[in-house]
């Protein structure tokens, strides 16, 4: 069986300098708010190409933070609306509306599965306050209109890079390109703690400083709080493993290229949808870490069973899209027919840093031996 994600494998490829970390974090007898995270926050900060990181448990957190904090400082009250893909993984929506928020879906550009900039004019209103940008599947989804826009119109640009650590636009990394981020170090991410996990990138200082307090019960010093916060913190042991693997980044999103770029150059199976990446010469374009390698197929069912029978683990990201969820019932009626369809072809094809080529060659011969 090839694996969609084999994280025993992939965790075991630096499991002695892991282990190292690990040991290091028990023998020092600090697990919480330590030396571990502050390193994490400092590395990750200068790889990212920004002032301020902060340490959250996970995704989501990061997130609700980010629109908290814009609540807390005045840019946004409750029943602002921000602007968010519609094809995307429902934590981007749940932290715009915990936080009694409005979010406005917008559909994807087939081509590329990310938020369509040609669509954001039409939909902003006095009560539009921000623009999040998910950067599906590990491809950077800002470009300039979309920065001129957010100037435009003075809106906050928020990046959900839950899926593309290290990913570029142009000579910038995302995370770096709005006025906030959200990052996931869920284990499967490219970059995965061994837990969950997640951070909060800026380059503003008063932001940052709220961001940090909201995460630790709204306290910058112990029994003071200043606001009404949460139990959000990046344990020291999480924070080491991130240490780790954050050193070995680069070089296994660029096995991942490697990876998308033989599949694009060999499956040539015509009831199949390859992804369209922002430039033909994928092994060099840095703007995608390929998180995923989502193909498309009206047939998708019959796809992935035969895939299986044949031995090839494939998933669906995502098969029911938020609009369509029971937690947004409000919503169920409303049609994004972009969405709509990318959720019922999608299915996503096993790419990870340490693929053997006999692997990615049998998961190749079996699509382009399918007779759809």
Not at 25 to 41: A, P, Q
Not at 69 to 89: F, H, K, R
């Given at each position: ?115 369509n900039p040609d669509m954001l004019e039409a939909i902003i209103t006095e009560k539009t306050k921000a623009i999040l940008i ?210 019922r072809e999608v299915v996503s094809l096993p790419i990870n840093p340490i693929m053997f080529d006999y692997e990615i060659n ?11």
């Amino acid at each position: 069986m090839i694996k969609f994600l084999d994280l025993n494998e992939v965790n075991n490829k630096y499991s002695d300098v892991i282990k190292e970390a690990i040991n290091r974090v028990l023998d020092s007898g600090w697990y919480l708010l330590g030396e571990e995270t502050n390193s994490f926050e400092s590395e990750f900060s200068e790889f990212i190409g920004v002032k301020h990181t902060i340490g959250v448990a996970n995704g989501l957190d990061a997130l609700r933070i980010i629109f908290r904090a814009y609540l807390e400082l005045g840019y946004m009250s409750e029943g602002d609306e921000v602007i968010v893909p519609a094809n995307t993984y429902i934590a981007s929506i749940l932290a715009i509306s915990d936080n009694r928020l409005k979010p406005v879906l917008v559909e994807p550009d087939i081509n590329t599965y990310n938020i369509n900039p040609d669509m954001l004019e039409a939909i902003i209103t006095e009560k539009t306050k921000a623009i999040l940008i998910v950067h599906l599947y590990g491809q950077n989804a800002y470009c300039e209109k979309i920065g001129e826009i957010c100037k435009k119109y003075k809106l906050k640009l928020i990046e959900d890079c839950a899926q593309a650590q290290g990913a570029y636009f142009k000579d910038k990394r995302v995370g770096s390109l709005g006025d906030s981020a959200g990052f996931s170090f869920y284990p499967g991410k490219n970059l995965g703690a061994m837990g969950d996990a997640g951070a909060i990138t800026t380059n503003d200082d008063e932001f940052a400083d709220v961001c940090r307090a909201l995460g630790n019960y709204g306290s910058h010093i112990k029994y003071e709080n200043i606001y009404k916060g949460y139990n959000s913190r990046l344990d020291e042991l999480q924070a080491a493993i991130l240490r780790v693997k954050l050193k070995y980044l680069n070089k296994d999103n660029q096995n991942r290229r490697e990876v998308a770029q033989y599949y694009i150059d060999n499956i040539h199976n015509t009831g199949i949808v390859l992804p369209t990446p922002n430039s033909k010469l994928i092994t060099n374009n840095l703007s995608h870490v390929w998180h995923l390698f989502v193909i498309r197929s009206k047939e998708r069912d019959r796809l992935q069973k035969y895939l299986a029978e044949n031995g090839i683990q494939t998933l669906i990201h995502y098969p029911i899209p938020p609009h369509k969820q029971l937690a947004y019932k409000e919503w169920n009626e409303l049609t994004y027919p972009i969405t709509e369809k990318v959720s019922r072809e999608v299915v996503s094809l096993p790419i990870n840093p340490i693929m053997f080529d006999y692997e990615i060659n049998d998961v190749v011969d079996k699509i382009n031996n399918l007779d759809f």
